[in-house]
């Protein structure tokens, strides 16, 4: 019995990856390998897919927010708010930016709890970083902070209002992936993705090297010319792609057994990541183990709040997190990709329905 695999990158590539290599072919034939034409149009197809007004490609999604978050105004010291349950890269990033990360509760779909954000505003954090897990977009969050958008999963997803600035991923496994890492600086707030492209480019300002560095230390992060021109093919299959993991997962959602459930999912939510809730850790490891004698691989999701993390003892501040203390072991991510064939997708929902019942 072949598995069936959480991801399958080159699969899903099959798409476009003619078209692609022969855009990589003319870069290498160009030498124009740093910026050009290519990068400047994966970022008009960054911004027009996200819905905002312009896009800068950086090295990756962790970079995007790191200097997004710098671009944003935030200082060494301060405080970010972050939500309890995301990928590590979120408060990564927090760190590479010099802020302190301040972790509080979600919702009841593990999404940064309003709230639980006003208190810490009201405590003195003055930056958040809403992270719009699995396609899901977090609720309006009370004014009086500077917000810097996780869009890390929402390639695909219906746009919003009001994103001044952000930051999206293209690495492999996500929505609209890259041949490799890879991330912009999204937004519509123009002076901070300016500010975003000399911070990605050593803080210079100016378009060559050894020009003026401006008023902050930046690094070397920037989208690869031949990851643009793959990011360029792969984006005309976007709304193929996005229909297909929407349709997988429907069938997934029917074919649940009666125990098990699933994140609620906004209207037009890309899928990213299929969700599978159990009633508890027990069930949860149980789950994982019938899938894998079903021959289906699992990917375990967030495994605990991220102030519980070793990583970051004594450096962040945490407020109480019941809610993604209850959530956290109940989740697991099941193969969901435009990869899979048919009756792959046959196998892992009879496999999600044949779930014994808890005895
Ligand atoms: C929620 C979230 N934030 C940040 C990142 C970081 O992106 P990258 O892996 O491209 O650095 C990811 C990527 O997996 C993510 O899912």
């Known amino acids: 019995m072949t598995r069936i695999r959480l991801a399958d990158p080159g699969a899903v590539a099959a798409r476009w990856r003619a078209e692609a290599l022969a855009g990589m072919a003319k870069i290498a034939e160009s030498g124009a390998f740093v910026g050009g034409p290519a990068v400047a149009e994966a970022e008009r197809l960054a911004a027009t897919i996200l819905g905002r007004r312009g896009a800068v490609g950086v090295a ?4 995007a927010l790191a200097i997004a978050l710098q671009a944003a105004g935030l200082r060494p010291g301060e405080l970010v708010v972050v939500p309890a349950l995301t990928f590590f890269a979120t408060v990564g990033a927090v760190h590479l930016a010099g802020g302190v990360p301040y972790v509080v509760d979600v919702d009841d779909r593990g999404l940064l709890d309003p709230d639980e954000a006003a208190k810490a505003f009201e405590e003195g954090a003055r930056f958040a970083v809403p992270v719009h897990l699995f396609g899901n977009r977090v609720a309006t969050l009370p004014g009086g902070a500077t917000l810097v958008h996780d869009l890390a999963q929402m390639a695909g997803a219906p746009p919003f209002a009001d994103v001044a600035i952000g930051g999206l991923s293209a690495y492999p496994t996500k929505v609209w992936p890259a041949p490799g890492d890879g991330g912009f600086v999204v937004g519509d707030d123009l002076d901070a993705l300016q500010r975003a492209r000399h911070l990605g480019s050593h803080g210079h300002v ?12 930046g690094r070397n992060s920037r989208l690869d010319a031949l990851a643009a021109a793959w990011l360029t093919a792969a984006a005309d299959h976007l709304p193929d792609l996005v229909r297909r993991r929407q349709a997988i997962a429907a069938t997934y959602d029917a074919a649940l057994a009666p125990s098990l459930g699933t994140l609620v999912r906004d209207v037009g939510n890309p899928v990213p990541v299929y969700v599978v809730l159990a009633q508890g850790r027990f069930e949860r490891d149980r789950l994982a183990a019938h899938l894998d004698a079903c021959g289906v691989d ?44 048919d009756d792959e997708v046959g196998r892992v929902a009879d496999a999600l329905s044949s779930f014994p019942r808890p005895r």
Not at 60 to 63: E, K, L, N, P
Not at 206 to 217: A, E, L
């Open 60 to 63: 990756s999604g962790t970079d």
């Open 206 to 217: 100016g378009s060559h090297h050894h020009h003026r560095v401006g008023d902050h230390i």
């Open 298 to 341: 699992v990917g375990p999701l967030y495994p605990m709040p991220l102030h519980a993390q070793p990583a970051l003892a004594g450096r962040c501040r945490a407020s109480a997190t019941p809610r993604a203390e209850a959530l956290c072991p109940r989740w697991l991510a099941v193969p969901c990709h435009p990869g899979l064939r």
